[in-house]
């Protein structure tokens, strides 16, 4: 099949002009313009987008597709550690049927947008066999794991997560591990999930550094965050080095970590992480919703330090216009583009593509369109020069009109 638009962008090149791509099995065969493609030996069935940006589907980093009906619960809290309060106590109101329908919601949105991955935590992981076969969005699902409340040994939950993990069936998604925060794990229950990734071969992810209160609590043993959590843990590792700090002292740094936040930083912390090959997600309307300082994102990219961006939560998203949030990679792009103007909307582009795929392991099969590349593809109306494209996609707000996960049109998968 070829697919002919005004402009096809790979992201990873150049854009180009009455451009086209062939798909075959699932994946880009070619990428060039449609004179070449239409006349060589991809002439076979062929679909033209008309006025229309062609790019890869976008890469979502960090969501709870659990928490997707929780938009507009909470209200934004005055303290970090009120709004983990909240979160708790509204998830204990929920049934197994209320999480299911949220996740499958949360999967319609996302494909709605254009988002045909994502990094997802899994609080509910019983939910995935019957979840994962109901979607065509290609998802990461990361089991969360804690113990700090239930007290659980944590040999006993990276056992039976890894056991979890691996009796998922293998396919277009996929699952890893997410220790909670540091915070919300004890070291050990950090160390062991970490070794059991590698293991593995899979993602890890872990909120880190996420606000200033944990900031605080780690470094100086002091705070709100410290005061809630003294009766619930064991505070002999705060007051000793940054969160980031603690995750390398336990060996979690690595390339297969998705380092979630990271919106406080320490002296050297940024090269630690580059250091590492260790990704960062930054989730800038949940950033903005808890009215974190400014994202250090200068400082994490001069160290090397790659960068790539996810949702969140709705639970933790404002509403916008009196309308509740929906999961839109485009709205992230355009709330940092607004808190970040001297950033190019290519480099943005790329934190929500090239950048997300290297995140997850899948560089070179996601985020670009070249041949061999996996066919998810997003499509957008678009009548400008095509020099303005990636403004476009940044700054205005597009409309897919074609979502496509490994060749299969999926635009009808969703309202």
Same mark, same amino acid.
């Given at each position: ?54 790019? %890869? /589907? ?27 309060? /909240? ?81 998922? %069936? ?16 004890? %070291? =050990? ?41 003294? /009766? ?89 216009? /009196? ?14 583009? =607004? ?41 957008? %109306? ?34």
């Amino acid at each position: 099949m070829l697919l002919r638009a005004r402009i096809v962008l790979p992201v990873g090149s150049p854009p180009v002009d009455n451009g086209a791509v062939a798909v075959a099995d699932g994946r880009l065969a070619a990428v060039g313009r449609w004179e070449e493609l239409s006349r060589g030996a991809w002439g076979g069935p062929a679909r033209d987008l008309g006025e229309a940006v062609l790019l %890869p /589907g976008l890469i979502n980093a960090h969501c709870h597709l659990e928490y997707t009906r929780m938009a507009g619960g909470l209200p934004p809290p005055r303290h970090f550690s009120d709004w983990l309060k /909240g979160i708790l106590a509204y998830k204990a109101q929920w049934s197994y049927t209320e999480f299911a329908e949220s996740w499958l919601e949360g999967a319609r949105q996302s494909l709605a947008a254009g988002i045909t991955t994502v990094a997802d935590i899994a609080a509910v992981p019983e939910l995935l066999p019957d979840v994962w076969p109901a979607t065509p969005l290609r998802v990461f699902s990361l089991l969360e794991l804690t113990n700090v409340r239930n007290r659980r040994p944590a040999a006993d939950i990276v056992r039976e997560s890894a056991a979890r993990v691996a009796a998922l %069936p293998a396919g277009r998604q996929q699952a890893g591990l997410s220790p909670h925060a540091p915070y919300s794990t004890t %070291p =050990d229950l950090l160390r062991l999930a970490a070794r059991e990734a590698r293991q593995l071969g899979c993602p890890l992810a872990v909120h880190a550094a996420e606000s200033a209160e944990e900031f605080e609590m780690f470094t100086q043993a002091r705070g709100r965050l410290f005061d809630w959590l003294r /009766g619930q843990r064991d505070m002999s590792d705060c007051g000793r080095e940054t969160p980031v700090r603690r995750l390398a002292a336990l060996g979690v740094l690595g390339p297969n970590l998705l380092a979630v936040h990271v919106n406080c930083l320490g002296a050297g912390d940024a090269e630690l992480l580059a250091a590492h090959r260790a990704s960062v997600v930054h989730c800038p309307r949940s950033h903005a919703y808890f009215n974190h300082p400014r994202f250090p994102f200068g400082e994490l990219a001069r160290a090397g330090v790659n960068l790539c961006l996810g949702t969140d939560s709705l639970a933790s998203i404002r509403k916008a216009g /009196g309308k509740l949030p929906k999961l839109d990679l485009f709205a992230e792009m355009r709330a940092l583009a =607004d808190a970040q103007p001297e950033l190019p909307p290519r480099e943005i582009l790329r934190l929500a593509t090239v950048n997300g795929a290297r995140a997850l392991g899948r560089e070179g099969q996601l985020g670009v369109l070249r041949p061999g590349s996996l066919a998810d593809l997003v499509a957008a %109306p678009f009548s400008g020069p095509l020099g303005q494209a990636e403004d476009f996609l940044v700054h205005a707000e597009p409309s897919p009109c074609l979502v496509m996960v490994e060749g299969r049109d999926v635009s009808g998968s969703h309202p």
